[in-house]
């Protein structure tokens, strides 16, 4: 007899619906799995088998075949359990369960062998793809059901165990009621008014802030580098929905959904240690590739603490992610794709001591360790930071004296006033002054003579490339919106030109 389900397979930040095709006939009493499934659905057959028996079902001994099509796409993940055990039902005759019932409705769960069902990853993923195919509802563990059910117009159906499920399908039991979690309460955010000193970095950063873009800060050790970078979430403006679903998303197929939370509504801020491999930063992995923390970080802002001490080739990952606001990985079968729409933050110190050009203590380095030092940085990944800011050692009095200055709140709200003049202007709430296309941003931006003359003097005389020049015009855009001016001004153009090092003055400092 024949049954049929469906459940998902995960290609990067997305969720493909799998057909689960179950054949059970005359023949030796062996369980099969078909369609390119790798160790952990294989396992699938005991993990069923128990599940089947601890629900009191009993299920005829013959030759079962499990088909997942389409057959080309790699499947991998517990969660094909709950559907492999639904087609089984659906499709052996001693079980009671129509054919029919499992019609329209998509399944995913890991099984414990007394039946009870396991959280999984990716619930909101194969919620948005049940009902972008058209499909009546989702079956899922109940503690992915709030998650899933941030869907709109698709029916979730969160069970406890496989006997829920079956009564379900059967028409003997009503769904259970979702359990609604309330948004974890979060530390709070370190203030912007306890920085203390650093104007021109404390600027930079609201810039960053406002339009999304790059900073690198370089200053020595304890000069308050780490410190800024960590306000930088108390900066931002809040997510829109659509924002929280991708970050939602693409936490849940991680794996790094908080338990006791079905939507992150706060951006996120990763900061990984310099240890971490390729493939943890970039996304990758063995078996099919999970989000790195470039996609972790998507909406929000990864730091790079003393960036220097990265591997090189971990660094010039970053390149074409920082561009294309997507990481690309590809495998045999084809491009795996994750978003990356982010600010990056990034911080050194000026040389392998930290103290060259401090006015209190003399630089230990030699010329080959500056060289060296200086070398770990190539062009091409410098020339892609929109904004960079020395900060030197603060004086006594600075350290031992009031904090003084604006508060976190009351550069957000300039940051949120500036992100919506960009949302209006380019029709898009996650849209941002360094991640739109650049012939869109062009329309917004006209320069005058004296601003021409000013960025002519700094491509001729101080090496501005033409990556430079783009980013220049980016920032001077969001000083614009920071002002709460409609067109872009010679000021603003000079003020973008004074928040960017060029690579030869970097490569001085460092």
């Given at each position: 007899?024949?049954?049929?389900?469906?459940?998902?397979?995960?290609?990067?930040?997305?969720?493909?619906?799998?057909?689960?095709?179950?054949?059970?006939?005359?023949?030796?009493?062996?369980?099969?799995?078909?369609?390119?499934?790798?160790?952990?659905?294989?396992?699938?057959?005991?993990?069923?088998?128990?599940?089947?028996?601890?629900?009191?079902?009993?299920?005829?001994?013959?030759?079962?075949?499990?088909?997942?099509?389409?057959?080309?796409?790699?499947?991998?993940?517990?969660?094909f359990?709950?559907?492999?055990?639904?087609?089984?039902?659906?499709?052996?005759?001693?079980?009671?369960?129509?054919?029919?019932?499992?019609?329209?409705w998509?399944?995913?769960?890991?099984?414990?062998?007394?039946?009870?069902?396991?959280?999984?990853?990716?619930?909101?993923?194969?919620?948005?793809?049940?009902?972008?195919?058209?499909?009546?509802?989702?079956?899922?563990?109940?503690?992915?059901?709030?998650?899933?059910?941030?869907?709109?117009?698709?029916?979730?159906?969160?069970?406890?165990?496989?006997?829920?499920?079956?009564?379900?399908?059967?028409?003997?039991?009503?769904?259970?009621?979702?359990?609604?979690?309330?948004?974890?309460?979060?530390?709070?955010?370190?203030?912007?008014?306890?920085?203390?000193?650093?104007?021109?970095?404390?600027?930079?950063l609201?810039?960053?802030?406002?339009?999304?873009?790059?900073?690198?800060?370089?200053?020595?050790?304890?000069?308050?580098?780490?410190?800024?970078a960590?306000?930088?979430?108390?900066?931002?403006?809040?997510?829109?929905?659509?924002?929280?679903?991708?970050?939602?998303?693409?936490?849940?197929?991680?794996?790094?959904?908080?338990?006791?939370?079905?939507?992150?509504?706060?951006?996120?801020?990763?900061?990984?240690?310099?240890?971490?491999?390729?493939?943890?930063?970039?996304?990758?992995g063995?078996?099919?590739?999970?989000?790195?923390?470039?996609?972790?970080?998507?909406?929000?802002?990864?730091?790079?603490?003393?960036?220097?001490?990265?591997?090189?080739?971990?660094?010039?990952?970053?390149?074409?992610?920082?561009?294309?606001?997507?990481?690309?990985?590809?495998?045999?079968?084809g491009?795996?794709?994750?978003?990356?729409?982010?600010?990056?933050?990034?911080?050194?110190?000026?040389?392998?001591?930290?103290?060259?050009?401090?006015?209190?203590?003399?630089?230990?380095?030699?010329?080959?360790?500056?060289?060296?030092?200086?070398?770990?940085?190539?062009?091409?990944?410098?020339?892609?930071?929109?904004l960079?800011?020395?900060?030197?050692?603060?004086?006594?009095?600075?350290?031992?004296?009031?904090?003084?200055?604006?508060?976190?709140?009351?550069?957000?709200?300039?940051?949120?006033?500036?992100?919506?003049?960009?949302?209006?202007?380019?029709?898009?709430?996650?849209?941002?002054?360094?991640?739109v296309?650049?012939?869109?941003?062009?329309?917004?931006?006209s320069?005058?003579p004296?601003?021409?003359?000013?960025?002519?003097?700094?491509?001729?005389?101080?090496?501005?490339?033409?990556?430079?020049?783009?980013?220049?015009?980016?920032?001077?855009?969001?000083?614009?919106?920071?002002?709460?001016?409609?067109?872009?001004?010679d000021?603003?153009?000079?003020?973008?030109?004074?928040?960017?090092?060029?690579?030869?003055?970097?490569?001085?400092v460092?």
């Amino acid at each position: 007899m024949l049954a049929m389900t469906e459940s998902v397979a995960f290609v990067g930040a997305d969720a493909n619906l799998v057909r689960v095709e179950i054949d059970i006939g005359q023949g030796l009493p062996v369980f099969r799995i078909v369609g390119l499934p790798n160790a952990s659905v294989r396992e699938a057959e005991q993990r069923v088998r128990s599940a089947l028996i601890s629900s009191n079902e009993e299920y005829s001994k013959l030759r079962t075949t499990a088909n997942l099509s389409p057959g080309s796409l790699r499947k991998e993940g517990t969660h094909f359990d709950l559907a492999l055990a639904l087609g089984i039902a659906g499709a052996d005759p001693k079980i009671d369960l129509e054919p029919s019932a499992l019609q329209g409705w998509v399944c995913l769960g890991e099984l414990a062998l007394d039946g009870t069902l396991r959280p999984i990853r990716g619930a909101l993923a194969a919620a948005i793809a049940a009902k972008r195919a058209g499909r009546r509802g989702l079956i899922t563990p109940l503690s992915n059901a709030p998650e899933a059910a941030l869907v709109d117009d698709i029916e979730i159906v969160g069970i406890e165990t496989l006997r829920e499920g079956l009564d379900f399908l059967r028409g003997k039991r009503k769904p259970c009621r979702i359990p609604i979690f309330e948004a974890p309460s979060l530390p709070p955010v370190p203030d912007m008014r306890y920085v203390r000193g650093h104007a021109y970095a404390k600027r930079a950063l609201e810039v960053a802030a406002a339009g999304g873009h790059n900073l690198m800060m370089v200053g020595p050790p304890g000069s308050g580098k780490t410190m800024l970078a960590q306000r930088m979430p108390g900066l931002l403006p809040p997510m829109s929905f659509d924002e929280s679903l991708d970050v939602t998303k693409i936490h849940s197929i991680a794996g790094m959904l908080p338990a006791d939370a079905a939507l992150i509504t706060e951006r996120p801020f990763r900061a990984p240690h310099h240890n971490i491999s390729l493939a943890g930063l970039v996304g990758g992995g063995v078996g099919l590739p999970r989000p790195g923390e470039l996609s972790l970080a998507h909406h929000g802002t990864l730091f790079l603490d003393e960036v220097t001490l990265y591997r090189r080739d971990v660094l010039e990952s970053l390149r074409a992610p920082l561009e294309d606001g997507e990481v690309r990985i590809a495998r045999s079968g084809g491009v795996i794709t994750f978003p990356c729409r982010i600010s990056l933050i990034a911080a050194m110190n000026p040389c392998p001591c930290g103290f060259l050009g401090d006015t209190k203590k003399e630089c230990r380095c030699g010329e080959l360790q500056l060289q060296t030092y200086g070398a770990r940085l190539s062009g091409p990944l410098l020339d892609r930071m929109d904004l960079q800011a020395p900060m030197e050692r603060l004086t006594s009095r600075e350290l031992l004296g009031a904090p003084q200055g604006e508060n976190s709140a009351e550069v957000r709200a300039r940051v949120t006033s500036a992100r919506e003049m960009q949302s209006r202007r380019y029709g898009d709430p996650a849209l941002t002054n360094a991640s739109v296309v650049r012939s869109i941003l062009d329309q917004h931006v006209s320069l005058g003579p004296a601003a021409r003359s000013l960025l002519g003097h700094a491509i001729e005389n101080d090496s501005l490339s033409g990556r430079g020049l783009d980013r220049v015009l980016r920032v001077a855009r969001t000083l614009a919106d920071l002002e709460a001016e409609p067109a872009v001004g010679d000021g603003h153009i000079a003020q973008a030109l004074g928040l960017r090092l060029d690579r030869a003055q970097l490569r001085a400092v460092s």
